[in-house]
């Protein structure tokens, strides 16, 4: 899930993850589920307020306090995630640690 708010939008992308070792690898080029809301930066929307609107899918209110910032849960920052992905064919996959998100 990616919050643009400062720019409008939020974009979430579901993709399979499978084990490797002591991490789990997803690849944003396999993603199976996209889903992206633009508003007017005239309206100020909360991210609660944008998660009310959306199906079921997904990040949800329930799920929103499981998720970790991309730094926490990669140890990429904002900046590295955003250049190794504004590429349209880029084929880089994240890896996070497996036992960040099973306990």
């Given at each position: 899930?990616?919050?643009?708010?400062?720019?409008?939008?939020?974009?979430?992308?579901?993709?399979?993850?499978?084990?490797?070792?002591d991490h789990f690898?997803?690849?944003?080029?396999?993603?199976?589920?996209?889903?992206?809301?633009?508003?007017?930066?005239?309206?100020?929307?909360?991210?609660?307020?944008?998660?009310?609107?959306?199906?079921?899918?997904?990040?949800?209110?329930?799920?929103?306090?499981?998720?970790?910032?991309?730094?926490e849960a990669t140890?990429?920052?904002?900046?590295?995630?955003?250049?190794?992905?504004?590429n349209l064919e880029?084929?880089?996959?994240?890896?996070?640690?497996?036992?960040?998100?099973?306990?």
């Open positions: 899930m990616l919050l643009y708010s400062e720019q409008g939008f939020f974009v979430e992308y579901i993709f399979p993850k499978k084990a490797e070792g690898a997803g690849c944003p080029s396999q993603t199976g589920y996209l889903y992206i809301v633009a508003w007017s930066l005239e309206k100020e929307l909360s991210l609660p307020h944008l998660l009310e609107k959306k199906s079921g899918v997904g990040v949800n209110e329930l799920s929103f306090p499981y998720y970790k910032s991309i730094e140890n990429l920052t904002n900046d590295e995630f955003y250049n190794m992905f504004t880029s084929t880089y996959c994240i890896n996070t640690l497996e036992s960040l998100w099973i306990q």
